[in-house]
């Protein structure tokens, strides 16, 4: 099953800021939120280019019959019509000023909302999460269809549903808005009776990450560079080697080369050795026809053989503090430090570790502080300030360098 943070994280990637809820003023986002209803958004556009005024008096007054042949483009123009009569008269009481609201609770809003005749539950929780920016999580057929696709309980009821999604997911207005949106563009491409043909399925990617949570990345979300990296590149994903054996044998083929050779390599040593058997059974003659030097197929024939042995048990390295599993890899030929490291955060998913021996690391965090030169002290400064999770700071300033080169 896919995690809510890893349903966000890859929907964001793959479609980027929403910028929802699309309207121009407080009036047309409310009507628009009514109009929306059982229908889908190309035909409320039309209906709201009918508007020839978004003044909220001027709407209120305007007679039931034209109001009705302004939205009839959206369908069930006729109850619809008296919904957004009903919920203008409400908002008018406030003089349509939404500050006026802004000390109401917000359980106490939504029932004030759901006190008028026309507003159900998803069209109230849209006008307090994007008009009033209240924390409430929109339930909509299109989430409802995508948690049972991604393996998640199948709940019935509206309340059930908004309490699991914010249950799994930090309290956060923004968060909540981008999420709709994104599940909104994702159900247009894939949730609909007949899915786009052609569209590769975000959510179908079995591709391992390094495990962190949006929680997580909202706790050093106010750190400078995580702000600026979430707003220019979303939420960034770093691939995995869940089993540790091939998390050293990338370690050791990734040592003082650049990342593409190394992922050159490092498949066509996969497709070569597809088993750690394999690996264990080829000579080193057959090891460096991949690509790798003799002092990397050497280290990695050891150590398979270690394994093979029973002297090396990389399971054991789950239950050691940090400064203990650097110890043990780092007694291995051909592990230093860096690749300790490199293991840890990518197979044993390290939340708290940073390597001043990366050099791409070492120039990434140069080039946003806009450093001449870095030295040990600057750089183990500048990330105690990500504690507890340097590891996902490091995972941002990889990512950095690589769109900066």
């Known amino acids: 099953m896919i995690t809510i943070d890893q349903i966000y994280m890859n929907l964001?990637?793959?479609?980027?800021?929403?910028?929802?809820?699309?309207?121009?003023?407080?009036?047309?986002?409310?009507?628009?939120?009514?109009?929306?209803?059982?229908?889908?958004?190309?035909?409320?556009e039309t209906a709201l280019k009918n508007f020839s005024s978004w003044h909220g008096h001027k709407i209120l007054n305007m007679p039931l019959d034209t109001l009705i042949e302004v939205i009839k483009p959206a369908g069930f123009y006729t109850r619809k019509a008296q919904t957004i009569k009903n919920l203008l008269s409400w908002f008018e009481t406030y003089q349509f000023d939404k500050q006026k609201l802004e000390s109401i609770p917000t359980l106490d809003l939504r029932n004030e909302l759901l006190s008028i005749h026309g507003i159900g539950e998803e069209t109230c929780d849209c006008i307090l999460l994007y008009l009033f920016n209240r924390p409430v999580f929109v339930v909509d057929a299109y989430l409802k269809r995508l948690l049972i696709r991604t393996g998640h309980p199948e709940m019935k009821s509206y309340q059930k549903i908004q309490k699991y999604m914010m249950d799994s997911l930090p309290l956060d207005t923004y968060l909540f808005q981008e999420f709709h949106a994104l599940i909104v563009a994702y159900g247009k491409d894939h949730l609909k009776p007949i899915p786009h043909p052609t569209l590769t399925d975000p959510l179908n990617d079995e591709t391992p990450f390094v495990s962190y949570s949006l929680a997580q990345i909202q706790e050093i979300s106010n750190q400078?560079?995580?702000?600026?990296?979430?707003d220019t590149y979303g939420y960034i994903q770093r691939p995995s080697h869940p089993d540790?054996?091939?998390?050293?044998?990338?370690?050791?083929?990734?040592?003082?080369?650049?990342?593409?050779?190394?992922?050159?390599?490092?498949?066509?040593?996969?497709d070569t050795f597809p088993t750690q058997e394999a690996v264990r059974d080829a000579s080193i003659e057959d090891l460096k026809s991949v690509g790798l030097t003799l002092s990397k197929a050497d280290y990695i024939s050891l150590i398979a053989q270690?394994?093979?042995?029973?002297?090396?048990?990389?399971?054991?390295?789950?239950?050691?503090?940090?400064?203990?599993?650097?110890?043990?890899?780092?007694?291995?030929?051909?592990?230093?430090?860096?690749?300790?490291?490199?293991?840890?955060?990518?197979?044993?998913?390290?939340?708290?570790?940073?390597?001043?021996?990366?050099?791409?690391?070492?120039?990434?965090?140069?080039?946003?502080?806009?450093?001449?030169?870095?030295?040990?002290?600057?750089?183990?400064?500048?990330?105690k300030s990500y504690e507890p999770y340097r590891s996902i700071a490091c995972i941002y300033h990889w990512y950095y360098i690589a769109q900066i080169k």
Do not use: C
Request: charged letters at 20%.
């Open 244 to 270: 540790p054996f091939w998390g050293i044998i990338y370690a050791i083929v990734g040592q003082l080369i650049s990342a593409p050779a190394a992922k050159t390599i490092m498949k066509r040593f996969t």
């Open 12 to 44: 964001y990637n793959t479609y980027g800021k929403q910028y929802w809820w699309p309207a121009d003023n407080d009036i047309e986002m409310m009507i628009g939120a009514v109009l929306v209803q059982n229908t889908n958004w190309s035909n409320v």
């Open 306 to 383: 270690e394994m093979e042995s029973g002297n090396l048990n990389l399971n054991a390295l789950y239950e050691m503090p940090d400064d203990q599993a650097i110890k043990e890899l780092t007694r291995l030929k051909g592990i230093g430090v860096w690749s300790a490291k490199i293991i840890l955060i990518h197979s044993y998913n390290r939340l708290n570790l940073d390597t001043y021996e990366d050099i791409a690391l070492r120039n990434s965090v140069k080039s946003f502080l806009q450093l001449e030169e870095m030295n040990r002290d600057t750089f183990e400064h500048y990330f």
């Open 224 to 230: 400078p560079f995580i702000a600026m990296m979430i």
